[in-house]
């Protein structure tokens, strides 16, 4: 893909419109706000706002890119090792390797409210690939019976083998085979659009972050004025540099070969944040809450 065509996949990706969930999921903000954490603990000298976001939006940031992207790059490498030579492996293969990962990022997200948000994050990319990336519907489902049947055919498409793959997934996060978590999906959503793996790890960082500043204008603990600042002089960097920490993490069962054991990897995935996985998991005890999540 050239350059000019993954700048623009970009704008389109970090559209606000987007489900990428700020308007519903607020990764424990809200908990994180209603439990004290903004509040300095002594009266006579009250915490600045926007220092007490950019703590929350750092830890919550660097545990999200240890416990995510791994899921998000080994997602990405399955799929673009099925569009890039399709005759080596088919969908049903490839659509194992997915289940498996999906299973394993349900079984460590550590809190039943994380996880109902990353499903509903991630069936969301997944009906926006399909009914707003993808061609007209018409093409799309012609195309799926064609590769149905054909499977193994050189003339088929990139696209096609794509548009493909997402509808099986769909089917069977409906079936409820699998779960459709976000990490999965946003590594099938950006491997299917051709976007680079580094670009797809820092744009689903980035998204994080924005999604915890717009929760935070939501909660009208900052102004969007001062969200905007924060995008601009002090996201930057911190997604920059988690990006980088964690980009060659794996899972440890997918990659070459998603078959192979988890302890051959000695950098996986992890949690390094436990308050805030306490705090979210509090979620739902809030006596009123804005977020489902």
């Known amino acids: 893909m050239d350059s000019d065509t993954e ?31 903004y509040s300095s603990p002594t009266p006579s000298t009250p915490r600045d706002k926007m220092d007490a976001t950019m703590d929350f939006l750092q830890d919550s940031l660097r545990s999200y890119a240890r416990s995510a992207l791994p899921f998000v790059s ?9 569009l890039a030579d399709s ?3 088919s969908l049903d293969s490839v659509l194992e390797a997915v289940t498996a990962l999906d299973d394993l990022y349900e079984s460590m997200t550590l ?14 990319l997944l009906t926006l690939y399909s009914k707003g990336f993808s061609k007209p519907s018409t093409r799309r489902q012609r195309q799926a019976q064609v590769i149905m049947s054909h499977p193994a055919d050189d003339e088929l498409s990139w696209e096609t083998y794509a ?3 997402v509808e099986k997934l769909k089917l069977r996060i409906r079936q409820e085979k699998t779960h459709g978590h976000l990490p999965i999906c946003w ?7 051709g976007l680079s793996l580094e670009r ?27 969200a905007q600042q924060l995008l601009l002089h002090t996201v930057k960097p911190l997604v920059e540099a988690e990006a980088l920490k964690s980009k060659t993490l794996r899972t440890g069962i997918a990659g070459g070969d998603w078959r192979h054991p988890i302890d051959e990897v000695h950098h996986g995935p992890a949690v390094t944040w ?14 009123s809450r804005i977020f489902n999540s």
């Open 7 to 37: 700048a623009y996949l970009l704008l389109l990706l970090s559209d606000s419109n987007l489900p990428t969930g700020s308007f519903v999921a607020s990764a424990g903000l809200e908990s994180y706000v209603t439990h004290g954490f």
């Open 74 to 82: 080994d997602t990405h490498d399955v799929i673009r090792k099925l």
């Open 87 to 89: 005759r080596d492996a």
């Open 111 to 124: 809190n039943h409210v994380a996880r109902r948000a990353s499903k509903s994050q991630g069936v969301a």
């Open 163 to 165: 548009g493909a793959f």
């Open 187 to 193: 590594g099938v959503l950006t491997a299917c659009l």
């Open 200 to 226: 797809s790890q820092f744009l689903h960082l980035f998204l994080h972050a924005r999604s915890l500043l717009s929760a935070s204008i939501r909660l009208n603990t900052i102004g969007p004025y001062a």
């Open 274 to 287: 436990p308050l805030g996985e306490i705090l979210a998991a509090r979620h739902d005890l809030q006596h």
